[in-house]
Structure formats: C-alpha cells, structure tokens
C-alpha cells in the first residue's frame, strides 16, 4: 500500500506564492507519474501539471506560466511551486501517483488533499 501527504496549502494574497509537497511511503519499487489535480467546491477535480519518472511535464493551460511542478525521486516526492497566485486558483489540491509496487503490483494513490486560498 501507498500513501501520499501533502504539505504546503494554507491562505496567502493574490500575486503570492505557496509551495506544496507531497511525500510518498510505503513498498514503492517505481513511481511511474506524479500529478496535482485541484477541486473547487462544486466543481469538478482537474488536472493541474503532471510529471513523469523522467521530469516531462504537462500543465494545465490556466496555470501555465505561473506554476512549476518538480520530483525528487530520491525520496519519492513531488512539489508545485506557485507564484503570481490568483484567487480563481483557490481549491484544494490533491497529489496523485501511480507506479508498481515491490511485490510488481501497479499502484495507484491519492493524497488526502491541501486546502489553498487567495484572497483578492
């Protein structure tokens, strides 16, 4: 079994920045990709950035520009810079890994999600 924490959220003002973390634990032989989604209250989770094993990248067009996402496989952790904050940028922010465990099962985790706010 595999668990994600994030870290990071919290309240900042627009044209802020914020940065999340997402550690995952447990029997992990390879994370293949690692993603941030985000759900506003009544809305639908969407796809922020995703990174694969190998650092490419895809961002969502609304954050492009602003948001960088990065990975540290070394400790099976991914990150999400954001700057220039807006306040439409507020929601909570789900870390998402897939992979295959040591015992060659595929995995794939959802974190308990990080609440950010920006204020205008």
């Known amino acids: 079994q595999v668990h994600l924490v994030e870290s990071g959220g919290g309240l900042v003002q627009a044209g802020g920045s914020l940065r999340l973390s997402c550690a995952a634990s447990?029997?992990?032989?390879?994370?293949?990709?690692m993603e941030w989604s985000r759900q506003s209250p009544g809305k639908q989770r969407d796809l922020v950035a995703a990174?694969?094993?190998?650092?490419?990248?895809n961002y969502a067009d609304a954050v492009k520009g602003r948001f960088t996402i990065s990975r540290d496989n070394a400790k099976n952790t991914v990150y999400l810079q954001m700057n220039n904050l807006r306040p439409e940028d507020t929601a909570v922010y789900y870390c998402?890994?897939?992979?295959?465990?040591?015992?060659?099962?595929?995995?794939?985790?959802w974190g308990q999600g990080t609440q950010v706010t920006v204020s205008s």
């Open positions: 998402y890994a897939r992979g295959i465990t040591m015992q060659t099962t595929g995995f794939h985790s």
């Open positions: 447990g029997s992990i032989f390879r994370i293949n990709a």
């Open positions: 990174i694969t094993s190998g650092g490419s990248t």
